[in-house]
Every structure is written in C-alpha cells, then in structure tokens.
C-alpha cells in the first residue's frame, strides 16, 4: 500500500518526472522563498550579535542580555518556519512545552549560584 | 509488511510516526544541552567576580562558523522542499550542498579552532605575587576604571621548547611566556570590548616564577571551567554535527532514489526528519557561539 498521492491526470511536471506531483507543489515554491528570507535574516542576526559587543551598554550583564535576545530571536525564526512549528499539531506541543518548562527551572536552580555564591 | 504511519497521520497523534518520534528525541536532546548550558551558568555565576576569561577565541572563524550552519538549515530545507516539488535531482544538490556544509564545519572546529588552542598556554598568578607583574595584569588600572574586572592569568606562548620543559620540571625555578596582546599592554583601554579581530601576539617575553604561579595549563579542559564547559558542549555539538552528516549520507544512497520511486513522499519525510535534527544543531550553536566567543 502506498500513500503517495496519484492525482488522476497528468501535469507536466509529471511527465518529466516520472513521480507524482502533490497539489500544493505552489505552495512549497512559495515557502522556498520564505525559508531565503528566514536564513538571510539569521546571517544578518549573526553579525547583528557580534558588531553589538563593540558597544557598551553600560554593564557585562546588558550587554549579555542584548546577545541573548538576538539569539532568542534567532533560535525563534529556525523553531518557528525552519522546524514549522509554526503549523505543527498539538500534540507535539504536549511535551514541548512541560520540557522547556523542566529546562527552565534547571536555568532557574542553577542561577541560585548567584544567592548563594561561593566565597573566597 | 509495510510499517504504518509513514506518510498518513496516525488518527491519535494526527501525524505521521516519525515525526513524533523525532520530536521525542528533540525533547530529550532540549534536556541534554540544557543540563549542560545550566552548567555553564553555574559555572560562571559562581566564578571569582571579574575572573571569567574573555576574549580567548577566534570570533571571524566563530562566526563563519555559525553562517556556514546556517546555510546548511536553508539547504537542508531546500532538499526537502524539492522532493516535495517531486525534483530528485534538486534534492541530491541540495543534500550535498549540506554535507558540504556540515563537513566544513567540523573541519574549521576540529582541524583549525581545537589545535589552535592546545599550544597556547596560561599561568594564573597567586594573588600574593599579582603585584609583581602588574606591568602585565594593568589591575590598577581595572580598578579605576571600576568594571569590577581583575586580570589573574598571563598568557600566551612558550617561547622555545625549552621554556615548556621548564615549566614541566619541578626542578626549574622559572620559566618564559611570550605575552598575548591583553597581556603586553594591559593598560589599553579597548581591552574591554571583545576585539572582532584578534589582535596579533607581542614580541614581549617575559620570565614568570613558577613559585608565583597558583595554577598554570595549556587551553585544554582542565585550564578552567570556561574551557571545560566550552570543550564539553562544542565536542557534544561537534559529535552531532557527525551524527548528523552520517544519516545525510545515508540518504545518499541508491537506496533513497528506490524508496523515492516507490513512495516520494515517504522519503520526503525522511528528509523532514533528518531536517528537523539539523535544525536543532543549528539551535544549539546560536547559543553557544555567543557564550563562548563573544560574552
């Protein structure tokens, strides 16, 4: 048994290829474009990330929290259009998220180190 | 018997089977480098304040690095958009184009970024000698400038072999160190800022005491914990990128055209699996390329 989709009569893509052409082939030429523009923003993102270290922005810790937001909004473009979680299903996001709830609260309990620091 | 689930979704999950799986190991991964991340923030958080090491690699290589994964996630994602566009022989450029890719990476980290490190050598100063060599250190200068920032190490490289067998002997009472540029003028006051461009290696040799010395190693994982953790995740992430270019290579094969004639878009899932992994690597080195290059 096959799932592939047979569409009852020949495209011309078809016929140069001897495979089946699904319906929304268009709408995967227009995602070709979208995915260019995610990774031309995520270059652009990049150098974003290193020219703002030659800025002050007053203290280490701001000009940390500037890198990571940039990398936020960069890991958010690859989950988002690169890994399509923008139209996954949910069941997916049924274990997504309580892990990145678990990752959190690690983040959380190892910035205690900041509380309670090791004295010298 | 032909496995269920390849292409149509399973009526509880609503998806195919291998995308389930695949985001499952995801999860699992998410903990991996997170328990490993979260180390490195307890690591630095509870580093001695204005200790942890700054500027020690190469941010252009750093940074083609990270542009180089980046576009192996567009190519890995053009070769499953052409087997969707039913255009096999798209994908295979495609997919080359992503090993390629994928194996330039490695090379620039493990030929070229690791060796560089192994031979360049630190030597932290007890802090009741720090004042000896505070021509090199510049910690009055920190102070005044109030960054809350002290300069402990003096680095660089073992001018001749004999210099490093010194430094090995427990006989030998001193040894060379020619300085890195943050060490020759400590008192620069860009020395804050990250230099983008690493600035190249003064001529200035210096003797150092080896009884001055509390610990002293070359930039291997037992020099600091900053080298431990950046050796731990990049070498994780470095052994993904492996992973990774296996399973590509896999799909390579002969075997992927047959299974592409028979069933096009069963391997179109293949190739959407394999993406999705590719495309956590990729997560993972946005956050580690900062952390380790540029804060």
Sequence with gaps: MSDAHQPSDLSAAEKEHPVSVPHDAEHFHAHVKLYLGVGAALLLGTVVTVIVTQIHFGSEAMNIAVGLLVAAIKASLVILFFMHMKEEKGSIYQFMIPTTIIVAGLFLICALALVDHIKF | ?295
């Design chain 2, 1 to 295: 018997m032909e496995i269920p689930y390849t292409v149509k979704p399973r009526p509880d999950t609503g998806l195919w089977n291998a995308k389930i799986g695949i985001w499952l190991f995801l999860a699992s991964e998410v903990m991996l480098f997170g328990g490993l991340f979260s180390a490195y923030v307890f690591l630095r958080f509870g580093a001695v304040p204005g200790t942890w090491p700054h500027g020690l690699l190469n941010i252009p290589v750093g940074t083609l690095n990270t542009a180089i994964l980046i576009a192996s996630s567009v190519s890995v994602v053009f070769a499953w958009a052409a087997l969707k566009m039913r255009n096999f022989r798209r994908y295979q450029v495609f997919m080359g184009l992503t090993i390629l890719c994928g194996a330039i990476f490695l090379g620039i980290k493990l030929g070229y970024e690791w060796p560089a490190k192994f031979h360049h050598f630190g030597a932290y100063i007890n802090d009741d000698a720090l004042y000896k060599y505070e021509a090199y250190l510049g910690n009055e200068f920190l102070a005044e400038e109030g960054e809350g920032r002290r300069r402990t190490e003096i680095t660089g490289t073992f001018p001749t072999h004999e210099d490093h067998e010194a430094w090995e002997n427990p006989e030998a009472k001193e040894f060379r160190l020619r300085l890195d540029a943050v060490n020759a003028e400590p008192t620069n006051p860009d020395n804050y800022l990250p230099h983008i461009f690493p600035r190249p290696q003064s001529d200035k040799v210096v003797t150092i005491q080896k009884e001055d010395v509390r610990w002293g190693s070359f930039f291997v994982p037992r020099h600091s914990s900053y080298f431990a953790v950046y050796y731990t995740i990049t070498g994780l992430h470095g052994i993904h990128v492996l992973a990774g270019l296996i399973v590509f290579g896999y799909f390579m094969l002969p075997v992927s055209k047959r299974l592409y004639e028979r069933d096009p878009e069963h391997m179109a899932n293949r190739i959407e699996v394999v993406g999705l992994f590719w495309h956590f690597v990729d997560l993972v080195w946005i956050f580690a390329f900062p952390i380790f290059y540029l804060f």
